[in-house]
């Protein structure tokens, strides 16, 4: 069984960093598409990064491309979103996601395990 577990989030000021993690159990993140998606009140989850599996590539969305990163140590089975010039509209609950396969995604229903959330505030 897939378990994905998101840690990191919390209360920052505009301009300052955080750094999500996501560890996982039962599967291989090295092999797989990981993903991480966002959702803020009353708004759809929205596609935020991926990064392909066997070192595939990584795509991002617009509104983070050149302030947030997704990278994985392999050796810990984690996967990390390091974001940095946080905006008030970056406020979310971030979560985690795998793929079933190498291939990057950027739908959520490309997505068969999910993680729990982790909340990210930014204040101006």
């Known amino acids: 069984q897939v378990q994905l577990v998101e840690s990191g989030g919390g209360l920052v000021q505009a301009g300052a960093s955080l750094r999500l993690s996501c560890a996982a159990s039962?599967?291989?993140?090295?092999?797989?598409?990981m993903g991480w998606f966002r959702q803020a009140p009353g708004k759809e989850r929205e596609f935020v990064a991926v990064?392909?599996?066997?070192?595939?590539?990584?795509i991002y969305a617009d509104s983070v491309k050149g302030r947030f990163t997704i990278s994985r140590d392999n050796a810990k089975n984690t996967v990390y979103l390091q974001m940095n010039s946080l905006k008030p509209e970056d406020t979310a609950v971030y979560y985690c996601?795998?793929?079933?396969?190498?291939?990057?995604?950027?739908?959520?229903?490309?997505?068969?395990?999910w993680g729990q959330g982790t909340q990210v505030t930014v204040s101006s």
């Open positions: 996601a795998a793929r079933r396969t190498s291939v990057k995604g950027i739908t959520r229903g490309a997505y068969g395990y």
């Open positions: 039962g599967q291989t993140v090295s092999s797989v598409a």
């Open positions: 990064l392909g599996g066997n070192d595939e590539g990584t």
